[in-house]
């Protein structure tokens, strides 16, 4: 069974441009969430995404953003970069929101690693 | 509010050493969930485990145990017999029952020496 994908590993790219990170759930996995891990801050939780709707969002600005398609893969997107945004973008997927069973296990993948000069 | 406390920020140890990663977690729900995961360093977090708040018992798999205390909002994690593949970060994480969103700690960077 694949695990979570995400591409690219790694990306370079200069203040003010943008970027788009993709994130491939496990097959049946319909929940897929957003993290950023930064050695000051650790990790974040950005947002989540359920049926192709945001259903949860942290406190990061609008820069910030993503969508989820209808196979349940996912994007992020981080305009108008700035320095401040080089991290490990972390993407994991779970079966399902979190519900009157609890929250869900989480799987992550590999993460996408941002260098923003 | 979540929050989880990983007070021990690095710990290095000699192989075959017994090893416990500290976690405090804070949270006004009656109904919450707790998790540790290792990242090694290819980056990718690995689950080891979930309990929820209802569910005090300690639980035991090979050489890896968790020590759940409500009473000092406590889920410490040790390591018995400490190999060199087990040095990685660990991280500790709450989530409330109908989310999630998990509050990480800030993890512990285990080094195991042989």
């Known amino acids: 069974k694949a695990g979570v994908t995400q591409t690219p590993r790694y990306l370079i790219k200069t203040r003010g441009q943008q970027v788009t990170l993709s994130c491939s759930p496990i097959s049946g996995h319909r929940s897929v969430s957003w993290y950023q891990q930064t050695p000051g801050q650790g990790l974040q939780f950005l947002f989540e995404?359920?049926?192709?709707?945001?259903?949860n969002k942290g406190n990061f600005p609008g820069r910030f953003s993503g969508r989820q398609f209808s196979n349940s893969r996912s994007e992020m997107n981080v305009s108008t970069l700035e320095l401040g945004d080089s991290a490990l973008y972390l993407c994991?997927?779970?079966?399902?929101?979190?519900?009157?069973?609890?929250?869900?296990?989480?799987?992550f993948g590999a993460g996408s690693r941002l260098t923003v000069l | 509010a979540q929050k989880v406390t990983q007070a021990q920020t690095e710990i290095s140890v000699v192989e075959k050493e017994d090893v416990t990663l500290d976690c405090v977690y804070e949270?006004?729900?009656?109904?919450?969930?707790l998790f540790w995961y290792k990242q090694p360093p290819s980056g990718e977090l690995v689950f080891l485990i979930r309990?929820?708040?209802?569910?005090?018992q300690n639980e035991i798999s090979g050489r890896y145990s968790w020590n759940f205390q409500k009473s000092t909002s406590s889920f410490n994690f040790t390591i018995t017999a400490s190999q060199v593949v087990d040095s990685a970060v660990y991280f500790c994480a709450l989530s409330e029952r109908f989310n999630n969103d998990m509050r990480f700690g800030a993890g512990t960077r285990l080094t195991v020496k042989p």
């Open positions: 994991a997927s779970s079966l399902a929101l979190a519900g009157p069973s609890g929250a869900n296990v989480l799987t």
């Open positions: 949270t006004r729900d009656t109904t919450y969930y």
């Open positions: 995404y359920f049926s192709e709707t945001q259903r």
């Open positions: 309990r929820n708040s209802f569910d005090e």
